[in-house]
């Protein structure tokens, strides 16, 4: 079977990051690197591609599509389930119960959304990553398309410049 993997590499700035969660779509330049395989051949070392990125957020499943001249993203809307006890019954199980706290953690799930954009103090953490797993059927085949998306902030890649 053909498989493709794809790295999508892309950075926003602040006011990027927050228009998109606000609904704002947005046209961006990114980079991706795509790797094809199959059995144990493989079309790496990959190259880096810039492509502009079109951006949007409408709370649909919607899977990664591949333009002409980039990719179109719909950030997933995947609901987390975090941990609901007070302060004081996380520091009692913390010391009289700790695998029953760590049960606890296990159970609990990662939101992924646009809401991880957002600022720290705002609820978010600056980045989201995922990834996605689509399949194209041909009447001949059947192409896998793995795709690992890293949106982060741009204050991360203008550090990395300054190095």
């Given at each position: ?51 502009k990125y079109y951006l949007k957020n409408t709370r649909e499943d919607t899977a990664i599509l591949i333009r002409e ?13 975090g941990l609901e006890i007070t302060d004081e019954e996380w520091k009692e199980l913390k010391f009289k119960n700790p ?65």
């Amino acid at each position: 079977m053909l498989n493709l993997t794809v790295q999508h590499l892309i950075h926003l700035s602040k006011s990027q990051r927050y228009a998109i969660h606000s609904g704002i779509e947005l046209v961006v330049v990114g980079v991706s690197v795509p790797v094809w395989y199959m059995d144990k051949v493989t079309s790496e070392p990959a190259k880096e591609v810039f492509c502009k990125y079109y951006l949007k957020n409408t709370r649909e499943d919607t899977a990664i599509l591949i333009r002409e001249d980039g990719f179109e993203i719909t950030l997933p809307y995947r609901q987390g389930k975090g941990l609901e006890i007070t302060d004081e019954e996380w520091k009692e199980l913390k010391f009289k119960n700790p695998e029953k706290l760590e049960l606890m953690y296990q159970n609990c799930v990662q939101e992924v959304s646009s809401k991880n954009l957002l600022d720290i103090g705002d609820g978010g953490s600056r980045h989201m990553s995922y990834r996605e797993h689509n399949k194209l059927k041909e009447p001949e085949r059947t192409l896998n398309i793995m795709h690992f998306v890293q949106i982060e902030n741009m204050d991360k890649l203008v550090n990395s410049l300054e190095e």
